[in-house]
């Protein structure tokens, strides 16, 4: 059943009981029972006069008709709140087969807040590599076989029990089909098999959307998730001046990294790089800047001239960015795990892997250190802003909305700041409203907040402690190498500390 069918059968029943009664309410208005005080006000009410219902059924039923009625536009409207698909009108920027690249649109009409999400999903840095992706994951190169319709999550989602700050902006899925982190300008030529194009397709899509409403918009917020994440981090500030470039310097343009961080560092052991999964991250993008003919921000190709490829990873470029960014990173990214060939498949873990994991908590740690505006829980997982358990994340007891929302409030102190310049003072944050958010504690999954871990095998749901045990660690002895009794380790892993 409907929401608003739900509704209008609860008022029916207590209006009949009403009526059979014989009561009035007083003053023409109906008392709350109870058990019902205390509720939060449904967001649209229907005013109903009750004066003349007594012992007339036939008012009764016109003014149940006629709450139908104005019931019936808002059920349809739930019912129209997926994001609808759209190819672009220039049809020369494609996806990797040379298919039309396009987006899904929800607008939300009076609203001024535009949240444009970029899709995550790994690369290809050569034509074997390539070739292989189109074979297993045509999704990602192609929009052949795209969906209609997209149901939004997590903070696309239009439902503000699940997304309390952002439900009701214009939401614009941008779906992952160039397969270069977001970076690349060249076109399907005879000489080139696929088209890297990933820049110039939200460089195209900004464009059309100027003519749906981003024109009078005030803020627009680029987010992304993994290779997203990391294509916010290169592309926010060339939205910024595409807009600027067209009259439009007014909205305020900000980023939303989320599980796009990532290190250059040595692998735990070293591998061939044959694949995307086994090839060092950073031999695989100085392969994939050059098969993409990648682009980077400006800046930062100043500052990394000849070695641009230092712009994909997150503490490098980020400095040289003019644009707010709120960086989310999982503190132990099963990604980052994944290409550092650390894989968390059952087996017991080996004593190197595990100093290997604890160090790589460490590092990710120092480079955020400075960073005013991020949310970094000590979690093994990847990928946070989309999923349902967004909300249910917390580190130092702020979950990440509430974070973003602190975030949203102190740049309306210095909204054309960047995030690591003044925007970061005190004075500029919220009293009560924290900005900097990471977890101290050491190892992945200390954190209780931390999304559900399931044993790969069984399905089976797991704590801290069962997944380290699981892992084949011994919590005595990693009690003994802290200095500390196993009671009190086991107290700290369970209460994240």
């Known amino acids: 059943m409907g929401g608003g069918t739900f509704a209008l059968a609860v008022l029916v029943t207590l209006l009949l009981v009403e009526v059979a009664e014989g009561r009035r309410p007083r003053g023409g208005r109906m008392h709350s029972s109870p058990s019902y005080r205390g509720r939060s006000e449904s967001p649209e009410s229907f005013p109903l006069d009750f004066t003349p219902v007594e012992g007339n059924m036939d008012t009764l039923m ?16 739930r019912l129209d709140q997926d994001m609808k698909l759209r190819f672009l009108d220039n049809s020369t920027v494609t996806c990797n087969d040379g298919s039309s690249a396009g987006y899904y649109i929800k607008e939300s009409k009076g609203s001024r807040r535009w949240l444009v999400f970029l ?8 034509k074997e590599n390539c070739d292989s992706r189109y074979d297993t994951m045509r999704r990602l190169m192609s929009s052949s076989r795209w969906p209609s319709t997209r149901t939004g999550t997590g903070i696309l989602s239009p ?9 009701n902006a214009n939401m614009v899925f941008i779906p992952y089909c160039s397969s270069d982190v977001w970076s690349g300008a060249s076109p399907k030529t005879d000489q080139n098999d696929y088209a890297f194009m990933g820049s110039l397709i939200i460089q195209e899509v900004v464009n059309e959307l100027l003519t749906k409403g981003l024109d009078n918009a ?7 998730s993994s290779a997203g994440g990391t294509g916010v981090l290169l592309n926010v500030d060339r939205v910024a001046e595409l807009l600027k470039s067209r009259g439009h310097g ?28 086994s090839c060092a991250p950073t031999e695989a993008i100085k392969r994939g800047i050059r098969y993409w003919g990648g682009v980077v921000p400006e800046r930062c190709r100043l500052a990394h001239t000849g070695e641009e490829w230092n712009c994909f990873f997150g503490y490098k470029v980020y400095p040289t960015l003019k644009s707010p ?12 795990l994944t290409v550092d060939n650390i894989h968390l498949t059952g087996q017991p873990v080996q004593e190197g892997q595990w100093r290997y994991i604890q160090n790589l908590g460490i590092e990710l740690r120092n480079t955020l250190k400075d960073i005013p505006a991020m949310f970094a829980p000590a979690c093994l997982s990847h990928e946070v802003i989309t999923r349902n358990y967004w909300m249910d994340v917390q580190v130092k007891g702020t979950s990440l909305p509430r974070a973003l929302q602190c975030w949203d409030r102190s740049l309306h102190h210095s909204p054309r700041n960047h995030g690591n310049s003044s925007s970061s003072s005190p004075r500029s944050v919220p009293r009560g409203c924290p900005l900097h958010l990471i977890d101290s504690c050491p190892w992945p999954h200390c954190n209780p907040t931390c999304p559900t871990i399931r044993d790969q095998l069984t399905g089976r749901e797991m704590n801290v402690i069962q997944f380290l045990t699981h892992m084949g660690f011994d919590v005595q002895r990693m009690a003994q190498q802290q200095g500390l009794e196993p009671s009190k380790l086991l107290g700290m892993l369970n209460s994240g500390t």
């Open 62 to 77: 016109r003014q149940v008709q006629n709450l139908a009625q104005s019931l019936y536009p808002c059920s349809t409207r």
């Open 119 to 126: 899709e995550g999903g790994w690369y290809c840095f050569s």
């Open 159 to 167: 439902q503000p029990e699940e997304n309390p700050h952002w439900w």
């Open 218 to 224: 005030k803020v627009l917020l680029l987010a992304g």
């Open 250 to 277: 007014s909205v305020q343009v900000r980023g939303l990294a989320d599980s796009g961080w990532f290190l250059d560092n040595k692998q735990y052991r070293r591998t061939d790089c044959v694949d995307t999964i």
């Open 325 to 336: 960014v709120f960086v989310v990173q999982w503190l132990f990214d099963e990604a980052q």
